[in-house]
């Protein structure tokens, strides 16, 4: 069955640098990939998503990336601050279905 | 703004008790969803619906059923429950249909503990 590998599932950095996140999904026909933050006691939010006809996106120091040849797709966060940390997920669904395989999350840590 | 609501932040069962989860959007979405999140195994989808009284199972739907009357609520209801459906539930609905998003929208989640 379908199935979203994400990796690592803890993430520590200092203040100031950067933080990638990468996930690997199975099914090629999947074509959209959403990036979702929660921070704790929160309920999950969109930050950032990428369709299979892009192959980067970029919204100010977070950027998606995805390569469909290797199926996969990861998350950038760059200058990060403490305001970064939170638990992401990753995710993949194709078109009609709405329905998301997400990934089992990554904790990111920023040490001021 | 979408609004996606739950009818508990908390709640506290005995085992064998029937549980009812509501959850309701409203925003006119197509679309709606119940997972369950444990910590190390991320969201994983129990039931969801496209349209008002139909329901698909998703990965986990074992111990649970689900019921939508109306297009802005969707009950997830464990008729028996057990130890192990303690966990975080979490309801999303999204618009669904040619040229809209895909977000799902999430609320902010069910904390239920049967013991």
């Known amino acids: 069955g379908e199935n979203v590998e994400q990796h690592p599932s803890t993430l520590s950095v200092q203040e100031g640098d950067s933080a990638v996140i990468k996930c690997t999904y199975s099914d090629s026909a999947s074509n959209y990939f959403p990036w979702y933050k929660q921070e704790l006691g929160k309920r999950p939010q969109l930050i950032i998503d990428?369709?299979?006809?892009?192959g980067e996106k970029k919204d100010q120091r977070i950027a998606v990336t995805l390569n469909k040849t290797a199926k996969h797709f990861s998350l950038h966060i760059t200058e990060t601050q403490p305001e970064d940390s939170a638990v992401y997920f990753c995710a993949a669904t194709w078109g009609g279905t709405y329905k998301y395989i997400f990934g089992t999350g990554t904790r990111l840590k920023v040490l001021a | 703004d979408v609004k996606v609501t739950q009818s508990s932040r908390y709640l506290v069962k005995r085992t064998g008790e029937k549980v009812f989860l509501e959850c309701v959007q409203d925003?006119?979405?197509?679309?709606m969803f119940w997972y369950r999140q444990d910590p190390g195994l991320g969201l994983r989808l129990i039931y969801f619906?496209?349209?008002?009284?139909?329901?698909e199972k998703g990965d986990i739907p074992e111990g649970y059923s689900v019921s939508r009357e109306k297009k802005e609520r969707f009950s997830l209801i464990l008729e028996s429950a057990s130890t192990n459906q303690t966990s975080m539930y979490l309801c999303a609905s999204t618009s669904g249909g040619q040229g809209s998003s895909d977000e799902q929208f999430f609320g902010p989640g069910t904390r239920l503990t049967v013991l």
């Open positions: 925003m006119d979405h197509e679309n």
């Open positions: 619906s496209y349209d008002v009284k139909m329901k």
């Open positions: 990428i369709r299979s006809n892009v």
